[in-house]
């Protein structure tokens, strides 16, 4: 009950605590951090969705975004936390992009 089980098979069922190194683990404030390095003036809130540190959601505010479609917001997104995607710290990223403009209109309500 209330327990997912690991992609990687030699962890076995996890929580927090039964992850094996901690080097696997990524808040969702150094997730935040990672997001906001897309640009100047990136905003980022990030969720942890189940408690296992590996299923996120994030809402993410930057003028980077002007002029993109929202595939291509998402991708330059995914493109700042590939690595951890790669390695398994994230494993799920759900998320809602917004210039600020955009953010003004419909975000912020």
Do not use: N
């Not at 690991?6 to 951090?33: F, N, S, Y």
């Not at 959601?57 to 700042?80: C, D, N, Y």
């Amino acid at each position: 009950m209330g327990r997912t089980l690991c992609p990687k098979g030699d962890r076995g069922w996890l929580g927090v605590k039964h992850r094996a190194k901690a080097m696997d683990i990524m808040t969702p404030e150094q997730l935040q951090k990672r997001i906001e390095v897309l640009g100047p003036g990136t905003r980022a809130q990030v969720t942890d969705l189940t408690g296992t540190l590996d299923h996120y959601q994030a809402t993410v505010v930057s003028p980077a975004f002007e002029g993109k479609l929202m595939i291509e917001q998402h991708r330059m997104v995914m493109a700042t936390v590939q690595k951890e995607i790669d390695s398994g710290e994230v494993h799920a990223l759900t998320m809602k992009t917004y210039t600020p403009a955009q953010w003004e209109k419909f975000g912020s309500k």
